[in-house]
């Protein structure tokens, strides 16, 4: 019944590997955000898909790169970690059309890299 | 620039009010919304208020849109220990959905 799920919930790795996380959603909705918050909580927008297109693309380190292979995912893979990527990411969905476009939020991903 | 930004702590006693405030630059935003986040979780909708309204009270919460200052408050009423969390003010900017978070207020309700 989880509406948007993200796998793994905790990551912890060594600088300079390559890692995925991968987001789900079963609500039917048609696009799709990555958010990346810090340490202090900040939380900041990182990329968004609709219908498996790139929309939304902030300034984001090119090792980061999204991928969706259809509606329902949209992962996320980082390579050469680095020690500022540590942070929790989440995933969220919206409908394309809704009264108040609600984001749902995924239950997020603490990464650790060490 | 876009910029939203809260007060980043309040403590308050459990069953008094609690206001917690916003300012946000964009006055072109459609909705703004109020966010809760409990510790270890994803963020969860609290409410929401569209543009052309001055306030908005759903329950025990009530929000107050002033436009000509671009101010936005959550007042939660008869707050309880559950309600200990930290609450975030987002705008809404652009066509694809696009939220603008603040800072985060971290509310503390202690006995």
């Known amino acids: 019944d989880t509406a948007v799920s993200q796998t793994p919930k905790y990551l912890v790795t060594q600088m300079g590997n390559d890692k995925s996380i991968k987001c789900e959603q079963n609500?039917?909705?048609?696009?799709m955000y990555w958010y990346k918050q810090d340490s202090k909580k900040f939380l900041k927008i990182m990329f968004s898909?609709?219908?498996?297109?790139?929309?939304i693309n902030e300034t984001v380190p090119n090792r980061f790169s999204p991928k969706s292979p259809d509606k329902a995912h949209l992962n996320l893979h980082i390579n050469s970690l680095e020690l500022g990527d540590s942070a929790v990411y989440f995933c969220?969905?919206?409908?394309?059309?809704?009264?108040?476009?609600?984001?749902?939020f995924g239950p997020g991903t603490r990464l650790t890299v060490l | 620039g876009e910029d939203v930004e809260q007060s980043l702590f309040l403590s308050v006693r459990e069953g008094d009010s609690s206001v917690i405030n916003c300012t946000y630059t964009d006055s072109s935003s459609t909705y703004l919304y109020w966010y809760k986040q409990e510790p270890g979780a994803g963020l969860q909708l609290l409410t929401y208020i569209f543009s052309n309204m001055d306030m908005k009270q759903d329950q025990r919460l009530t929000v107050l849109l002033n436009k000509k200052d671009k101010h936005l408050s959550l007042r939660i009423a008869d707050t309880q220990t559950g309600d200990s969390a930290i609450y975030f003010c987002?705008?809404?900017?652009?066509?694809?959905?696009?939220?603008?978070f603040g800072a985060g207020t971290r509310l503390a309700v202690h006995p």
């Open positions: 898909y609709n219908n498996k297109e790139l929309i």
């Open positions: 609500l039917g909705h048609d696009t």
């Open positions: 969220a969905s919206v409908p394309t059309s809704g009264s108040n476009n609600e984001q749902f």
């Open positions: 987002a705008e809404r900017e652009g066509g694809y959905n696009k939220l603008i």
